[in-house]
Every structure is written in C-alpha cells, then in structure tokens.
C-alpha cells in the first residue's frame, strides 16, 4: 500500500510534535499550501491549526481527515513562519502554541479574514439638520469634523477620544459609517517638518540609520527629553519614501494614543495601532492589512512584533529597556529580542531606543554587536531637572509625603505648573492591621505558614485585594482574632495619597490618580491627560506615568518611597530600580520651564542613590555590568527557569528532581529544585530549578536534550510546567 499524502498541521497544544491529517476530500496536499490554517477534528474537540509541511503518512495508518481549509491563500509564510519556528525552537516550546501566539485572536478561533477596508464617519442626512441646535459639547465637535468624510485613523488624531461622543451620535441616528478609498501615498511630511531642527547630536543618528545597508542593529542611547521620537520619525519617514512598511513597538497600552497622534500628524499616511485596547476584530484587521501591504506604519505594544511585513523597511523598539516587551505566561518571549531576530531575517535596520538602556542592551552595544548613537542633551532649551535626595528619618509624613514635598508641591503649583506625585504601590495601602493583636490580612490562597502574602487595603479600607491573585473580599469590621476595632491600614498606596492631595488641594487644582485601577478601559489614559490639560494640577501615579508620556507643563516630581527596591534579593532589583528613578526623573522640565525632582528616603547613603545622583545612569551601569560578571549573571551567563505547580507539595518537586536528572550530565550548573520565592499563588505550590550556563549555545544544547523527555514523563501530567529561557523575573 503506498504511503498517503498529508498534511502536517501544527496545532495549539502543549505538545512538542506535528499531526498528520489527510487533505479533504478531493484536494490534494499542493491545494493546501503551507501557512494555511485548516480545521481539523481532535479527539472529541474541533481545533484550528496552522499547515507547516507536507509529508507522507505510514502505509497502513489510518488518518483523520481536515474538516476545512479555512484560507485560500498562505496566512503565515515566508520570514514570519520561519522566524516563529526559530521563537520555537529557541523556547523549546511547541510550534503550535508559538503560532497560536503569533495571531490575532479571532484568527486563532478560526474566523473568516476580516474586511480590511478602511473606514470612515459622516453625518447622514439628520445629522446635517440637528447640527445648528446641539448643545455644545464633545459630541457636537465631532459632528462639526463629520461634516465631511473623515476615516478611523484620521479621528485618533484629531479628536482622541471620540468613539464615545461617536456612540452618543449614533444611538441618535446622526452619522454613517462608509467605507473610503485606499491609503493615500506618503506624502513625504515627516522630511519637511519646518519645526524641526535637529541638533548635531540628532543628525549624526538620522544619517548614520538611513545609510544602514541591511540588518544593522542601533541602540539609540539619549538622555529624557532627548528628541528620540523625532529620531524614530526622520528614520520613519525615510523608509516610507523608499516604498517599505515600518513598525514600531511601544511597551505599554498608554503609549499608543500619544504616539499615534504624533505620528499621524507628521507622516502624512494612516498609522496602523495593534494592542490589546482593540477588540479581536481590529486586531485581527490591521495584522491582515500588515500582511497585504496595506499598513505601511504600525504602532504597537509586545504582540505587535509578530505582524506579517512584507515590504519591511525599519524596525523600531522604543523604551526597549521595558519589562512589558517579555511575555510571563503561556509561550514566555522578548518581543525586544524577537524584534531583533526578525529584523535580521528580513534583512533591515532596527532601533533600539531608550534613556536607560537594559544592561544586555549596553553590554551589546560595547561589545561592537550594536551601533551605539548617544543623544547626551535634551532638545531645545530644556534642561536636565535638578534632582534632590531627601531624608525623611524622624520626619513627621502625611500619607508618606514630608512637610518639606508638600511645601515644594504648594509652590510649584503657584508658578503655575504641574506636579507628578510617584509611588509604584496602587491601592489605598499595603496592608491591614490590628493595632492591638498584631493580626494582619493574609491572601488565603497565596499564603504559606512561613511566607505570607499581605492583602491590599482598596476604596479607602473597605476592600481587600490580593495583588497576585486577584482573590477580593471586604474589609472585616473587627479584628477576626481579638474582636478589637482597632483596625489600621500601614502604609501607602496611591489612593491614599490621592485623598491626602485631594484634602490640601482638591478644591484648587484638579487631583488626577493614575494607575491600572484608574486607566483599565480604553482611552482612560488619554482622557486623563486631557483632563488635566496644561492647567496646574497633580498626577498621582505608578509606573505607568514612567513610560514616555511628553508632560510638557510639569515642573516638579515627587517620588514618594523607594526603599523598598533598595534590599531587594532579585539580582535584577538594583537595574529595575535605576531605570525607574531616571525614567519618573525624566519627566520633568521637558519643555523651557526648569524640573526638580524630589527623591524621599530612609536611606539617603545608599550606593545605588549616590551613584544615579552623582554619575547618571551609565555610572550605575558601569559599576553593575562589574558586578554581574563577577557574579556569573546575564548579560555573563545565560539561564533558564523551569518551574513546576500543583495544588500538593510533592508532584512539583518530583517533577523537578526528574528534570534535574534529565540535566545532570550537561555542562550547566543547577540550582534547586527550591520553593519559589513567592512558594505559593491562587492555591498552588511553586518550585523552580534554575539552569544557568556560561555560554548560550551550552544551554540550549541541554534544554534540546531534555525537553523531550520531560514531556513525555508521567511526572508531567500531575502539573503545571513551564520553561522561561532568559527569564526577566524569577519570582
């Protein structure tokens, strides 16, 4: 009997292998190209895959067949299927999930290709009639731009904001949704910006990325407020002349609207967003238009980095030192690293940018392997900010702000600026006590005798929320051990520190709160920066503030506590700490009014402050990247992290001493099994074993070695595994 034709189907399980599936009924295997996906009956399930070869089936196999061919041309193919198979093979990781994690969700379920028409708003004909009599108002200011035709992208820039005064015009019967003309050519904006003039330290980088010939990678080094932005867009522009797609990562959703109406207004074409903001049908659109062509500039956060580009000109990783590029579950990737891997398959330059490049980066970067462009001036007339460690020892603190920051804040807001009030805590406060008993509230399901994990006090103590998972319950009235009333939340977050400005404050300048609590729905970002406006007023917020955000009126930041990330055991804490402080620094004096920024303290001698403060940024990185090597830690060695969860002890540690086993023989050094540092989360114990080896190729030459059979182990099934390679965390 010969053997069969088939198809082999890569499909989105925890399963290191292909699955041969015979062609429907009348097709044969050429009429099913590879990057098509097809839907294919498992087990009792009906799953979507991705063909990744054909092959020949063993004579006298029986094989099920593919219920459906579910596109008439290739989805994933060429670069982007052969960089997803080297994403998988460099996390050990299933191709099926890989490819699952590369498409936009309403794709992955298997749905029809989406209309990638772009489309665009008017008012209809009663709309035309009851716009003399509309009350003034957001949806009358966009009635006013609907007056004519303007498409979805265009509105972002000129109206941010405006689906929601779009939906209050709609539910009225006011507007139309109409379909527009294809995208306009570039029209060579970004070259011919009159406003711009880069200084030499710009040019150099401008000129020095539009002669890279093919892959070059660039750290484009540049202090805050720099001019990186107007870096990217010259860059941008260029490439856009050239005919060719560029794409741009941002690293947090609050990114996106910012930079999008700043592209927008300057380059002259549609600027395409791809972040989780988008429902699956946007998301699903703009990958298409990536993939035909059709989008020649995206803008995106970390999943942005696996749209098809094929006419790639320019890459660009913004704030590239950012944690939010690694993904921390499901298939654990870089969308920095990737980003690079990608760039070199397509044969084209990519930027890395940022003001405190991640330790790797500038290891890299000296080692010859990136182009080093430094940009040591703010642009303008805009000066560093003066920065000022304060020590707030036997100091009496008002929801942790001293008498001396308040003083500072009162006198900023009279000159007529705006203050940034830092704390990388949200909630009310870290923990609830019993000011009699000593009891505090535990997160039952994250909790260990010997480790436990505090709830977060929330809506002014009358809510519990656990951090890690997200496990709520309301705030006891008594004390559950002595019965005592004597209840009190210890610490701060940012919603006692908004209550306290809101008290001295409120009824003179706006009090805005920033962080996920605040900013979870779309546009809140946006919204809150229009808000505020360029009026005096306060923003009180977490790290999302620290990201890039162009705050061109604030003068003055208050950076709350940091001595928690003093004495942290993470080896990473010292780098994540320094990037924090200069990023939440570099907001202030952006524009021609001068910053100052006020760091409180118990610890005002300590190495790290001392160095930032005296030396910079590229002072503490001297001084860690020593320490790192004589340590053995990356960017000097290379690990990975296996961990292993389960609702009992055992099955984790089994598993591990399997892996350990696995891994004996290898030229690695291993550390564990041991409890993870956080030894529980949402009722499951966590052990991990780290893998750490001088030299990458070493490691992975284990990994290839042991990973096969760790799937295959019995121990396996009796938990939940993962794999990190180049883990960012080992939380």
Not at 86 to 98: C, D, I, Q, S, T
Not at 172 to 185: D, F, I, T
Not at 293 to 309: E, H, I, Y
Not at 630 to 648: D, N, V
Request: aromatic content about 4%; proline content about 8%; some cysteine.
């Amino acid at each position: 009997m010969p053997s069969p034709s088939t198809l082999r189907v890569a499909l989105p399980l925890p399963l290191p292998r292909l699955f041969d599936y015979l062609p429907p009924p009348g097709c044969t295997p050429a009429a099913t190209p590879v990057g098509c996906r097809v839907q294919v009956p498992f087990g009792p399930r009906t799953l979507c895959g991705v063909v990744v070869e054909h092959g020949q089936g063993e004579p006298g196999v029986a094989l099920k067949t593919v219920q459906a061919v579910l596109d008439a041309a290739p989805l994933v193919q060429g670069e982007l299927l052969a960089s997803l198979r080297w994403l998988a093979g460099y996390l050990h990781a299933p191709l099926g999930e890989v490819l699952a994690a590369a498409l936009p969700a309403a794709l992955r379920r298997g749905e029809p290709l989406p209309d990638s028409t772009r489309h665009g708003w008017v008012l209809n004909e009663a709309g035309r009639t009851a716009l003399a009599a509309m009350r003034t108002g957001k949806p009358k200011t966009l009635a006013v731009l609907l007056q004519t035709v303007h498409d979805e992208d265009g509105l972002d820039a000129l109206q941010p904001g405006w689906r929601t005064p779009l939906r209050s015009l709609r539910e009225r019967g006011l507007v139309e949704r109409v379909k527009v003309g294809s995208e306009p050519p570039f029209s060579g904006k970004g070259d011919a910006d009159p406003t711009f003039s880069p200084n030499p330290e710009q040019q150099v980088a401008i000129d020095a990325i539009r002669a890279a010939d093919g892959y070059t990678p660039f750290l484009l080094d540049g202090v805050t407020g720099s001019g990186k932005t107007e870096v990217y867009l010259q860059a941008i522009a260029d490439c856009l002349a050239r005919g060719k797609q560029a794409l741009v990562l941002v690293p947090e959703i609050g990114l996106t609207p910012q930079a999008l109406a700043r592209f927008r207004a300057r380059l002259g074409v549609p600027v395409h967003a791809l972040h989780s903001g988008l429902n699956d049908n946007e998301r699903a659109a703009t990958w298409l238009a990536a993939a035909r062509g059709q989008a020649r500039v995206v803008v995106g956060t970390r999943s942005a980095v696996f749209v098809p580009l094929p006419e790639a000109g320019l890459l660009v990783v913004d704030e590239e030192h950012d944690g939010s590029y690694k993904q921390f579950d499901g298939i654990r990737y870089h969308a920095r690293d990737f980003a690079l891997v990608r760039a070199r398959a397509l044969g084209v330059p990519v930027v890395l940018g940022s003001a405190t490049p991640a330790l790797e980066t500038l290891h890299n970067a000296g080692t010859g392997k990136f182009t080093h462009l430094r940009l040591r001036q703010r642009a303008g007339n805009a000066m560093p900010p003066q920065v000022r460690v304060h020590d707030v020892r036997k100091l009496r603190l008002h929801a942790g702000l001293s008498d001396d920051a308040l003083g500072a804040i009162r006198s900023a807001l009279d000159a007529g600026g705006q203050v940034l009030v830092f704390k990388n805590r949200r909630g009310y406060a870290p923990v609830l006590l019993c000011h009699d008993c000593g009891w505090s509230a535990h997160c039952p399901r994250c909790s260990t005798p010997d480790k436990p994990t505090a709830m977060t006090v929330h809506s002014h103590g009358k809510r519990l929320q656990c951090h890690h998972c997200g496990h709520r319950k309301p705030a006891p009235p008594a004390c559950p051990d002595c019965a005592s009333l004597g209840l009190q939340p210890q610490g701060n977050g940012t919603e006692r520190i908004e209550a306290e400005l809101q008290s001295r404050f409120g009824g003179e300048v706006p009090v805005i709160r920033i962080d996920r609590a605040s900013s979870g729905v779309r546009d809140a970002l946006q919204k809150h920066f229009d808000t505020l406006g360029h009026r005096p007023g306060i923003l009180v917020g977490t790290q999302m503030l620290a990201k890039g955000h162009d705050l061109p009126n604030l003068t003055l930041v208050v950076v709350v506590g940091i001595d928690e990330g003093l004495f942290s055991a993470d080896f990473r804490s010292g780098e994540k700490l320094a990037q924090l402080l200069v990023q939440v620094a570099g907001r202030a004096g952006r524009a021609d009014k001068p910053g100052r920024v006020l760091l409180q303290t118990h610890h005002p001698e300590h190495p790290l402050l001392l160095t930032l403060v005296q030396g910079g940024y590229h002072a503490f990185a001297d001084a860690e990247l020593a320490l790192r090597e004589a340590a053995g830690f990356p960017p000097f060695a290379h690990l990975a992290l296996l961990r292993a969860e389960a609702r009992q002890t055992e099955p984790p540690q089994q598993f591990l001493q399997l892996a350990k086993t696995c891994l004996r023989d290898a030229d690695v050094e291993l550390h564990g099994p041991l409890p993870a540092p956080m030894p529980r989360r949402a009722g499951y114990v966590r052990v991990q074993l780290v893998v750490s080896a001088r030299d990458r190729r070493t490691l992975h030459a284990a990994l290839a070695a042991a990973t096969p059979a760790l799937y295959a182990a019995p121990e396996a099934r009796r938990v939940r595994w993962s794999l990190d390679v180049d883990p960012l965390d080992l939380y």
